[in-house]
């Protein structure tokens, strides 16, 4: 009996490792994954800074050229002491607008990874199957939603897709 139980916990220490080893990989993957997307977005964040500091420049000079026809020309002014011309020129200047740029909002998708169990990728693959099956059907179509859209004519319904992680699995090395 002794043989037998070493046997099988030399076996068992052969899995634990090889599941270690699975773990590790997946971090790694994980860890590549996340460094590659922060990398990206400072990327962008860098290009947006020097495009923000491009127009920021622009503007200033545009800014400084309007400040000194305007200082030039409350010089002319005030040597004409032509108060109204004066007034005027004061109230120009207070109806300037200033507006460096605008920061815009948008959506960019980005593919997260999802550490999907074995129980989990079996009932995701039979939702899936059970999606093909429905689809297949001339007059049913199914949104990612989950709701069937019968047209009653066999043309399409519309879907809405949404952004799901995609799934990690990881394959045990032989």
Not at 66 to 91: G, P
Not at 130 to 155: M, R, Y
Request: charged share 35%.
């Amino acid at each position: 009996m002794k043989k037998t139980e070493t046997e099988i916990r030399k076996k068992f220490e052969g899995y634990y490792k090889e599941l270690s080893n699975q773990k590790k990989n997946m971090l790694r993957h994980i860890t590549t994954w996340r460094e590659e997307h922060v990398r990206k977005i400072d990327e962008y964040v860098t290009d947006q800074n020097k495009r923000l500091d491009k127009e920021y420049e622009e503007q200033k000079k545009t800014l400084e050229k309007t400040c000194q026809t305007f200082v030039t020309e409350a010089a002319s002014q005030e040597k004409q002491n032509d108060k109204e011309k004066i007034r005027l020129l004061i109230e120009r200047c207070n109806d300037l607008k200033i507006e460096l740029a605008e920061l815009e909002h948008y959506n960019h998708s980005i593919d997260y990874i999802q550490v999907m169990t074995k129980d989990q990728r079996t009932q995701k693959n039979r939702n899936e199957a059970s999606v093909n099956e429905i689809e297949n059907k001339p007059s049913q179509k199914i949104s990612t939603e989950g709701n069937v859209n019968d047209t009653g004519n066999g043309a399409s319904a519309s879907r809405r897709s949404s952004l799901r992680p995609p799934s990690v699995m990881a394959r045990s090395p032989k």
